[in-house]
């Protein structure tokens, strides 16, 4: 099973600072996937194939990273990113979801 | 648009099963895969399944293996997930999702199923 592991756990961050989250994988991955879930909701496809935005999501959010380093990154932060990030692989079984950073606005 | 509505709350008691519905519209039910997730504890998240609806044929975690079951109904456009022999363990949200972008990209609003007695 590949382990993925997110960093930080939790962040506070204040509006306008540019926000870079981490996730590593255990062993080498095709691609990341990345959600966003606020508190109530259901996970959002935030970033696909590593660094591909679904249509409708605001172009500060952008992702990198290859083998078994990725990175989520928000270029100026704002109230509604506020939310958990959780990371996603799919090359291998059982496809499995990082821990999740949880994220605050100051 | 597509959209995924998933059953209601379920509270059940230790040693019983239930069954969750996941009625999809919008698209064409046998051309996308359905996943099902857990999250526990509001955080941690985990694939159950994937379901192919055309085929019915399923893939699963091995940790949910001898676990749930994964079925669909093509007259109604609709999958299940069933569990039998419930645990406290089993109290979580689940939710049904629909491939795109190569990824878990449409999803239902979840089921919150309590296992108490």
């Known amino acids: 099973e590949i382990v993925l592991t997110q960093s930080p756990t939790t962040m506070s961050t204040s509006p306008g600072e540019k926000v870079t989250l981490t996730c590593l994988a255990s062993?080498?991955?095709?691609?990341m996937y990345w959600y966003q879930q606020k508190s109530g909701a259901s996970p959002k496809l935030l970033i696909y194939?590593?660094?591909l935005l679904p249509s409708g999501v605001p172009d500060r959010f952008s992702g990198s990273g290859s083998g078994t380093s990725y990175s989520l990154t928000i270029t100026s932060m704002e109230a509604e990113d506020a939310a958990i990030y959780f990371c996603?692989?799919?090359?291998?079984?059982?496809?499995?979801f990082g821990s999740g950073t949880t994220l605050e606005i100051k | 648009q597509v959209n995924l509505l998933q059953s209601g709350t379920a509270l059940v008691k230790p040693g019983a099963s239930v069954k969750l519905s996941c009625k999809t519209s919008?698209?064409?039910?046998?051309?996308?895969?359905i996943y099902w997730v857990k999250q526990s504890h509001g955080k941690s998240l985990e694939w159950i399944g994937s379901?192919?609806?055309?085929?019915?044929?399923?893939d699963f975690n091995e940790k949910f293996k001898n676990k749930a079951t994964l079925t669909v109904d093509k007259s109604t456009n609709t999958a299940y997930l069933e569990i039998p022999r419930l645990t406290s363990e089993d109290s979580a949200t689940y939710y049904c999702?629909?491939?795109?972008?190569?990824?878990?990209?449409?999803w239902g609003q979840g089921t919150l199923v309590t296992v108490s007695s």
């Open positions: 999702t629909r491939a795109g972008y190569g990824a878990f990209a449409y």
């Open positions: 919008g698209y064409p039910f046998t051309d996308y895969y």
């Open positions: 379901l192919n609806p055309n085929s019915g044929s399923a």
């Open positions: 062993s080498s991955v095709n691609y």
């Open positions: 194939y590593t660094s």
């Open positions: 996603l692989q799919l090359t291998s079984f059982p496809f499995t």
